[in-house]
């Protein structure tokens, strides 16, 4: 068992750290310019000697991704519950919502510009945007389908609607909710960095588009490796949240 738990501990870093060395004995097998694909050590000392610029430039870019993502959350959340308790608005807003959420965001932040001008609120609302569906289809989901001969039961023992929905409907929805956040953390930094590098003068997003602007393709891989330690890092800690809220909706494995 423990050595179990420490190979599931080891294996991310030792797949991470052998793409890593691949990727460095690639380029210098095959002499590649680092205007084109970087090796690992070129990026790496490029964020290490450049960190406090890519520093204030990453805090620009997960503050503007957090508080988008959380407007999504709470949004999501009302809006879940909306219409997941509610057949005839589950079925007047999915299409309403697909349609939303087929539209390419990216299209949408020169008009977010016209209307707030440069600057944060742009890839704020980009962020809320693009991480909002998967929360409300999410909690709908796990409110809508709570067993009709279940809902029958409750009533028969003299529940209210209210009642079901609290004591089941959201209980029931919170392993979805979660599975949904993890999701949708990932892509408010998509977001965020979109909006960035379309209208910001701060950010990831825009330090990657000056820097590839002249070429300085070892800065701009820096910065993808910032986005991605951010994005798992907070996939980490809603994991954690996940598996100490809703440890009862997940079967323990044999031995454990």
Known sequence: MKSSRALE??????????????WELGCLAFNVPAFILPRPTVFLDVLWRLHEAILHHAFQTLLTTVIGFALAVGFGIVAGIMIGASP?????????????????????????????????????????????????????????????????????????PYQILLKVGLPRSLPLLFASLKIAITLAFIGSVISETVASNEGIGYLMVAASSRFEVPLVFAGLIVIAVMGVAMYAVFAVIEMRLTRWAFRSSPGA
């Open 9 to 22: 501990t080891i294996m991310p870093w030792a797949v991470t750290i052998g793409i890593f060395i691949v």
């Open 88 to 160: 005839l608005v589950y079925d007047s807003a999915y299409p309403l919502l697909i349609g939303f959420n087929s539209i390419p965001k990216v299209a949408v932040v020169p008009v977010l510009v016209i209307w707030f001008g440069i600057g944060a609120v742009p890839a704020v609302l980009t962020a809320f945007m693009i991480s909002v569906f998967p929360i409300i289809v999410n909690v709908a989901t796990g409110i809508a389908t709570v067993e009709p001969e279940l809902r029958d039961v409750l009533r028969a023992l003299g529940a209210k």
